[in-house]
């Protein structure tokens, strides 16, 4: 048994500027920038999150710009072969995630409890 459910809205941004990246999804989403956030570092800014609603985090990428979805989950491996079975594909693992295909082409990742107050809202899987 192990529970999952959607964790964070990423947007991946083809961008040499962040921080104007930020600035736009920031007003756009009427979310203020979490500078004091532990995962604004680097390529990544959080966007403030109110209390039971999905993270918003931008990354700088190097590929296309595009949207995707974090599924938490308890059990990383139990997700990844779930998903599997449902037809998903690994495109890789890396050390805390693992990053999928869906069936359709969109790329999504399976990722450690990040958010508080799990397993509120999660799915119990057998």
Not at 30 to 47: E, F, K, N, S, W
Not at 67 to 92: C, M, P, Q, S
């Amino acid at each position: 048994m192990h529970r999952s459910r959607l964790c964070a809205l990423l947007i991946d941004c083809n961008t040499d500027d962040i921080d104007a990246a930020a600035t736009f999804w920031s007003a756009a989403l009427g979310r203020g920038i979490d500078r004091a956030h532990p995962g604004t570092r680097g390529d990544y800014v959080m966007l403030d999150t109110p209390p039971d609603e999905p993270i918003v985090q931008l990354q700088r990428v190097s590929h296309e710009s595009r949207v995707h979805i974090d599924i938490e989950t308890d059990d990383i491996e139990a997700e990844v072969a779930r998903l599997e079975a449902h037809g998903a594909k690994v495109a890789r693992r890396l050390e805390r995630w693992v990053v999928m295909d869906a069936p359709t082409g969109q790329r999504f990742c399976i990722v450690r409890v990040q958010r508080p107050g799990f397993p509120k809202n999660a799915t119990t899987w057998d």
